[in-house]
């Protein structure tokens, strides 16, 4: 188990077969948020939802490599889809990118 407590929101997730497996997030009466991972599971990764260079901070630059992303101008990196489906609906789309984008202004003027 994997209790973390983070600015951002954020994920836990592990790799079987190449894949990210996200694990379920259980909030914790502190805020924090606990991961269990399976038996067997040795390592498991911290992802900053909408850290799109996985350098453990949301910018504004993370939203604006995500846009051309979606608009076709360059590939989608290795970081697992469901970094970026805030909604959860499983599709990446421009929602996804304005709640990013809004997130990292947020902490743009917080900062």
């Known amino acids: 188990t994997v209790t973390v407590t983070h600015e951002d929101a954020c ?3 592990y790799i079987v077969d190449g894949k990210y497996v ?4 259980v ?28 350098d453990g901070v949301l910018t504004e630059e993370d939203a604006y490599s995500l846009r051309n992303a979606i608009l076709g101008k360059e590939t989608l990196n290795d970081t697992p889809e469901f970094v970026y489906d805030v909604n959860g609906d499983q599709k990446i ?14 902490l743009i003027r917080l900062g």
Not at 22 to 25: I, M, P, Q, T, Y
Not at 27 to 53: K, Q, W
Not at 93 to 106: E, M, P
């Open 11 to 13: 994920t836990v997730a």
């Open 22 to 25: 996200k694990l379920e997030a």
């Open 27 to 54: 909030e914790n009466i502190d805020g924090s948020y606990s991961f269990t991972a399976p038996d067997g599971v040795e390592n498991v990764t911290l992802l900053v939802i909408g850290d799109y260079d996985a």
């Open 93 to 106: 789309t421009a929602l996804d990118l304005a709640l990013i984008s809004a997130a990292a202004q947020r």
